[in-house]
């Protein structure tokens, strides 16, 4: 079983994929995966949206916890869902709660900056472990202009420092750092004492983390900081097209799908 606090004890690399649902989950599970996370990415990889920003908590609720029905040693982490965190304290607290008493996660990830720091604070005291992330920050887009690589100057780069110490220090577990300079990347790794998971992050974080759908192949697109290590949409297409054709064929079923008949008498 992995745990928040076996995370931080490691000396191996951490492994992180994300997964949005059951069938998924229990493959990413049983090949050892450390860290299942339930990536608010769904809105893009599942569920049709062109950004992550129409992502609701029903959606991550229900998503959570259809994978952890199916996870058995990873630990599960469910994303909190924009404007779900952030506009009250109160109800920030209330709904990470919920992504664990409800949906059974083991804990949220929150997509961070100077205003999560106190809500991290509470969070982790009422209970509720919290993985911060920080650099680009994809619920932010119309902020940023775009899905650009943060970080890159030295003003940019010590605001990412200062703010991953803050989020240490407040009880963060562990921290999701994507899409900044390798070597920033390392410097926050030296810096802190819980694991940082890098994304488009460069080799030197305590972990890697990538959305399922880019490392399959499932995705028509993939950001050039990923790596494709299967082809799933070529599979998937060629069954599709293959039962098409066997039904229009008429050689799909065959007598083996359908040996069954019913005594009608003289009904049929
Ligand atoms: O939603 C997600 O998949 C993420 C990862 C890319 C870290 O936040
Ligand atoms: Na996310």
Request: glycine share 8%; with cysteine.
């Amino acid at each position: 079983m992995t745990t928040t606090r076996g995370l931080r004890d490691r000396e191996a690399p951490i492994t992180m994929l994300t997964a949005y649902d059951a069938p998924t989950a229990a493959i990413v599970d049983e090949a050892g995966i450390d860290v299942v996370l339930v990536g608010d990415s769904m809105g893009n990889a599942a569920l049709g949206y062109d950004s992550t920003l129409p992502v609701t908590m029903a959606e991550v609720k229900s998503r959570t916890a259809a994978v952890a029905r199916a996870t058995e040693d990873a630990l599960v982490v469910a994303d909190m869902p924009f404007l779900s965190f952030g506009v009250d304290e109160a109800e920030s607290v209330r709904n990470a709660g919920e992504l664990l008493k409800e949906a059974d996660a083991d804990a949220v990830k929150i997509e961070s900056g100077p205003h999560t720091v106190e809500t991290t604070r509470r969070m982790a005291d009422v209970g509720i472990p919290v993985m911060a992330h920080l650099g680009l920050t994809p619920q932010h887009v119309n902020r940023l202009g775009g899905y650009t690589r943060q970080g890159t100057d030295q003003d940019a780069a010590e605001e990412i420092i200062d703010l991953a110490g803050a989020h240490a220090e407040a009880g963060a577990f562990a921290l999701v750092l994507e899409h900044v300079p390798a070597n920033l990347a390392a410097a926050v790794t030296e810096a802190l004492d819980i694991p940082t998971i890098g994304i488009g992050a460069g080799p030197d974080c305590d972990g890697q983390v990538l959305v399922i759908n880019d490392v399959v192949g499932l995705g028509e697109w993939s950001p050039p900081f990923s790596r494709q290590f299967g082809d799933v949409r070529a599979e998937m297409t060629e069954a599709v097209e293959a039962y098409r054709d066997a039904v229009a064929s008429g050689e799909f079923p065959a007598d083996e799908h359908s040996h069954v008949e019913a005594d009608l008498g003289d009904l049929y």
